[in-house]
């Protein structure tokens, strides 16, 4: 009898080929433009929609032009431009694996409750098993 025990990871095909489990969150909104609104997956993504009312710039890495890069990354998603905008009264759905995501906006004071919507499809593999996106091109600079 084997002794080795198989669980699910980042290259487990099957984990990504069955439905997700559900996560629906409407976000604490940025309360300055530059401020960027960290989103924690509890397990790894299979992909991930955005609803929203106003312009949103989608990012892997923090967005803050007036704070030197955050503790977990290497520099800031703003350096190089390294985000997706999402604009006003669209869906935009990422096929993405990730734990976190962050969204911005160059004009918080025109979001209200309600105006960001967030479903992501999750995978059963826990967040601790994806690796960090610190780094990559694209995503930092």
Known sequence: MSSNFYSVGLNHVGAYQVSGKPFLLVPTLPTTNDESVRIQFPNVTKSITFKVKHDIRV??????????????????????GNYFIVLANTTHTFDVKCKEVFFSTGNASSLTSGDVEVFAELTNIPAGRMFDLEGLDGVSS
């Open 59 to 80: 990012h892997f890495a923090p967005y803050d032009i007036t704070v030197p890069p955050a503790f977990d990354f290497t520099t800031d998603a703003s350096t190089s």
